[in-house]
């Protein structure tokens, strides 16, 4: 089975920064590679939206409210996936998720993600 575990949430100032980790299990080198992994993020009583994807090339795509801040990574070796985050904003706070989506395509769209870890908490005061 497909387990997906994150880490490095925490709470932070505005402008500080933060980088979070989702260590994946259950695959093959092979199959991970393949794998389009994404952050999603849901803030209270809102939606859960993409924040980041990256695909098996290493090509990513962002939300526009992130780019110039966060990177996304991907260690193939390490099954593991990244989420470097600078220059936090309030508007940042939300619970951040790690998600396995589609082979190759480069996606934010939810409906094809079908593996999703716990949740870490990020949350950013003024």
């Known amino acids: 089975q497909v387990q997906l575990v994150e880490s490095g949430g925490g709470s932070v100032q505005a402008g500080g920064s933060l980088r979070l980790s989702c260590a994946a299990s259950?695959?093959?080198?092979?199959?991970?590679?393949?794998?389009?992994m994404a952050w999603f993020r849901q803030a209270p009583g809102k939606e859960r939206e993409g924040v980041a994807a990256?695909?098996?090339?290493?090509?990513?795509t962002y939300i526009e409210s992130v780019q110039g801040r966060f990177t996304i990574s991907k260690d193939g070796a390490k099954n593991t996936l990244y989420l470097q985050m600078n220059d936090l904003k309030p508007e940042d706070t939300a619970m951040y998720y790690c998600?396995?989506?589609?082979?190759?395509?480069?996606?934010?769209?939810?409906?094809?993600?079908?593996?999703w870890g716990q949740g870490t908490q990020v949350t950013v005061s003024s």
């Open positions: 998600a396995a989506g589609p082979p190759f395509a480069l996606t934010l769209l939810i409906r094809e993600y079908n593996a």
């Open positions: 259950g695959y093959t080198t092979s199959i991970y590679y393949r794998t389009t």
């Open positions: 990256i695909n098996y090339s290493g090509y990513t």
